[in-house]
C-alpha cells in the first residue's frame, strides 16, 4: 500500500507563507491524482486543492484560488502545496491523499484512498 507522510506545518502570522511537503512510498505518484484537504476542529474535511500529476492539471478551492500552489516532483515521488497570503481561517490540519486509478478528477475525500497523517497549521 502506499504511504503518505506530510511535512511543513507550523505557526505562523497572517500574511506569512508556508510549504507542505507529502512525500509517497510504496508506490510512484506518477499518473495519479492527488489531493490536499484540511480540517478545523468541527468542521467537516474540505478539499483544498488537487492535481493529476499525468499532466499537472490542477483544481482549487475557490478560498485558496490565488493564494495557494499545488505541484509534484515525480522525481521526489512528492507533492507540495505552497501557502502564501495565510489567514486565520486556513488553521486546520492539512492531509494529502492519493486516488485510485480511474477516478476522473476527484474532488470529495471520500474518493481519495490513501491519506496521510497530516500537519498542523496554525495562522494566527
Known amino acids: 500500500d502506499v504511504q503518505l507522510v506530510e511535512s511543513g506545518g507550523g505557526s505562523v502570522a497572517t500574511g506569512d507563507s508556508l510549504k507542505l511537503s507529502c512525500e509517497a512510498s510504496?508506490?510512484?505518484?506518477?499518473?495519479?491524482?492527488l489531493g490536499w484537504f484540511r480540517q478545523a476542529p468541527g468542521r467537516e474535511r474540505e478539499a483544498v486543492a488537487t492535481i493529476y500529476t499525468g499532466d499537472d492539471i490542477t483544481d482549487y478551492a475557490d478560498s485558496v484560488k490565488g493564494r495557494f500552489t499545488i505541484s509534484q516532483d515525480g522525481f521526489k515521488n512528492t507533492v507540495y502545496l505552497q501557502m502564501t497570503s495565510l489567514k486565520p481561517e486556513d488553521t486546520a490540519r492539512y492531509y494529502c491523499?492519493?486516488?485510485?486509478?480511474?477516478?476522473?478528477?476527484?474532488?470529495?475525500?471520500?474518493?481519495?484512498?490513501?491519506w496521510g497523517q497530516g500537519t498542523q497549521v496554525t495562522v494566527s
Open positions: 491523499a492519493i486516488a485510485p486509478d480511474g477516478v476522473l478528477r476527484p474532488w470529495r475525500p471520500a474518493e481519495y484512498r490513501y
Open positions: 510504496g508506490g510512484t505518484i506518477n499518473e495519479k491524482c
